[in-house]
């Protein structure tokens, strides 16, 4: 179960869809290919087979797990370097810790958001802590990468500690889904997160036969990631389970329903992320950690790196927890 619930019926709904508003329609529905990150962690990889285009101004989204660890087989990732977005770690359930060299850090735990602004480059390191690596458990959470444009590629770094209490809390209009809003608003309902990038990212939980509608802005793309389940999305209700992302075209709302019978027996409810945001439409160029605008760009990127301009692996750095 995610770490943060509600109970439906207690919390302010969204206003179900009006005449005059159009629903989005289904463009394109992929799979997200299995594969292994960092020192070995499984993810699957949400936005491949996407184009560039329809993700704008998303680069790269991987779901971590969903994975029950025993004890010393928890992973993450040595240091490493980024340059010219943000990364965004929500952890929908476990731990992981973070610390980066401009100072920033701490326990990403059950419900929980980092969201870290690269900017001008950062050094940092994601890692299951100790106690989880001894004692193993649940690992599951999303990175999401968002883009800067040109006139922020250099700002200076910066770390945001968003703690799932602190997430804002609806439900839909027939009370059968939660919307935990982490960043954007939905509804009205805005979360805490402060973007660059105008954008909205929520993580709902629909009922077996519940529907979610939501409304969106009709400058922003829409996409509906399923972590877990089986139900439909759009006007069409096209059918789309676990690991699967809809593009959706352009539209007032978002439509999610979720199968009556036939859920995961792990998960009774269908989990979904909602995404969307204001397309920047600059050239991007991207090489690994660094996100630029030219290929010259990527190439002084490499070098600051290697030159050590993109900072210093702390004195008391946090190193991967190894049981021996």
């Known amino acids: 179960m995610p770490a943060v619930t509600a109970d439906t019926l207690t919390l302010p709904r969204l206003a179900p869809p009006a005449p005059a508003e159009a629903e989005r329609t289904v463009v394109s529905l992929t799979t997200g290919p299995r594969s292994y990150e960092g020192e070995g962690f499984p993810v699957v990889r949400a936005f491949a087979g996407v184009s560039a285009a329809a993700l704008d101004p998303f680069i790269h989204m991987d779901q971590m ?51 870290m602004t690269a900017g001008a480059g950062i050094l940092h390191i994601e ?62 309902h805005a979360g805490p997160g402060s973007t660059h990038t105008p954008i909205t990212f929520a993580h709902a939980t629909v009922s077996p036969g519940a529907q979610l509608s939501v409304p969106w802005r009709r400058d922003f793309n ?15 209700q096209r059918p789309i389970t676990g690991g699967q992302l809809a593009v959706l075209g352009a539209g007032d709302r978002i439509t999610v329903s979720a199968d009556a019978h036939g859920q995961d027996s792990h998960r009774p409810a269908m989990e979904i992320l909602l995404l969307g945001g204001q397309p920047i439409r600059e050239p991007v160029a991207q090489y690994g950690p660094f996100v630029m605008n030219t290929r010259q760009q990527l190439m002084e990127a490499v070098e600051d790196y290697q030159a050590g301009r993109l900072g210093v692996i702390p004195d008391d750095a946090l190193m991967p927890h190894v049981v021996r």
């Open 65 to 115: 797990g969903e994975v029950e660890y025993e004890p010393g087989e928890p992973k993450g990732t040595s240091w490493h370097p980024h340059r010219g977005f943000e990364t965004v770690t929500y952890m929908i359930d476990g731990l992981f810790q973070h610390q980066d060299s401009s100072g920033g850090g701490g326990l990403i735990a059950d419900g929980a958001t980092q969201w």
């Open 127 to 188: 890692t299951p802590p100790a106690e989880l690596v001894e004692s193993g458990g649940t690992f599951h959470g999303v990175q999401l990468w968002v883009n800067l444009p040109a006139a922020d590629k250099f700002l200076t770094p910066r770390y945001q500690n968003l703690e799932g209490g602190q997430t804002a809390l609806v439900s839909s209009a027939d009370g059968g889904a939660l919307v935990r809003v982490v960043a954007g608003e939905v509804g009205g």
């Open 222 to 236: 829409a996409l509906v990631y399923v972590l877990s389940g089986n139900g439909t999305v759009g006007p069409e």
